[in-house]
């Protein structure tokens, strides 16, 4: 899933719990809290993974100098 995706994802999250919020629809509201975390996680695994391949690829790379 790319970032901009997962920033959708918390963007849509915060619309459905702010109206469920004013128009006191605890489900609704529920959801979009749901909506943000997931997005969130998926952002910080994302994150994540490309830290890991970063170290990979440097790792990588000062072991071919040698």
């Not at 749901?34 to 969130?40: P, V």
């Not at 994150?47 to 790379?61: L, S």
């Amino acid at each position: 899933m790319a970032e901009n995706e997962n920033k959708f994802e918390q963007a849509k999250g915060n619309v459905k719990e702010t109206v469920g919020n004013v128009t006191d629809n605890k489900q609704l509201e529920n959801e979009g809290k749901e909506d943000k975390a997931s997005g969130k996680a998926k952002e910080v695994v994302e994150n994540a993974k490309n830290k890991a391949n970063e170290f990979i690829d440097k790792f990588k790379g000062n072991k071919e100098d040698k």
